[in-house]
T-cell receptor, first 112, second 114 residues
Framework: DTAVSQTPKYLVTQMGNDKSIKCEQN?????MYWYKQDSKKFLKIMFS???????INETVPNRFSPKSPDKAHLNLHINSLELGDSAVYFC???????????FGPGTRLTVT | GENVEQHPSTLSVQEGDSAVIKCTYS??????FPWYKQELGKGPQLIID?????GEKKDQRIAVTLNKTAKHFSLHITETQPEDSAVYFC?????????????FGAGTRLAVHP
């Protein structure tokens, strides 16, 4: 019954590793997003996909690579993890660009 | 540049009092202003939004006002309850590269004391 789901909820890994976070929405929305929330709770958009096409890429290091296999899924792969990547990552979706966004429960990534 | 300022950063009220959170934005072309509530360990939840063609919107104990001339908008919560305690975020849409994205304020931590 979950609208926007993410896996895993928690991810603890060492520097230099590669990891992926998965996101799925069952709302039938066309647009999906990845946000990063730092330790001070600041929310910043990273990527946006509309109908599987990359629309927004916000000066994110190219170690971060999103992939949208279909409209309902948007995954985030991170290479060569660094300490500064530790944060909570949220997936969101909306019916279209500029419309109300619905967030997933978040993935807390800790890099040691 | 793109910027949304939110005040206050923390707000403490007694149960039953009203709470007001204010945001200002910099892009006069912004036309969509949502408010989100984030409880501990959860994702932000949309609680109310307003578009630039209206000045006020109300949903039970929550209301949002928008002043496009001054480029500011506010969230009003009346008859606060302990379960209203959370971090609240305002956001404003920004047209970038032909597409809208949301710029978020830094958040307000609201504590409602019984």
């Amino acid at each position: 019954d979950t609208a926007v789901s993410q896996t895993p909820k928690y991810l603890v890994t060492q520097m230099g590793n590669d990891k992926s976070i998965k996101c799925e929405q069952n709302l039938g929305h066309d647009t999906m997003y990845w946000y990063k929330q730092d330790s001070k709770k600041f929310l910043k958009i990273m990527f946006s996909y509309n109908n599987k096409e990359l629309i927004i890429n916000e000066t994110v290091p190219n170690r971060f690579s999103p992939k949208s296999p279909d409209k309902a899924h948007l995954n985030l792969h991170i290479n060569s993890l660094e300490l500064g990547d530790s944060a909570v990552y949220f997936c969101a979706s909306s019916p279209g660009m500029g419309e109300e966004q619905y967030f997933g429960p978040g993935t807390r990534l800790t890099v040691t | 540049g793109e910027n949304v300022e939110q005040h206050p950063s923390t707000l403490s009220v007694q149960e039953g009092d009203s709470a007001v959170i204010k945001c200002t934005y910099s892009d006069s072309a912004s036309n969509y202003f949502p408010w989100y509530k984030q409880e501990l360990g959860k994702g932000p939840q949309l609680i109310i939004d307003i578009r630039s063609n209206v000045g006020e919107k109300k949903d039970q104990r929550i209301a949002v006002t928008l002043n496009k001339t001054a480029k500011h908008f506010s969230l009003h919560i009346t008859e606060t309850q302990p379960e209203d305690s959370a971090v609240y975020f305002c956001a404003a849409s920004l047209l970038s590269g032909g597409y809208n994205k949301l710029i978020f304020g830094a958040g307000t931590r609201l504590a409602v004391h019984p």
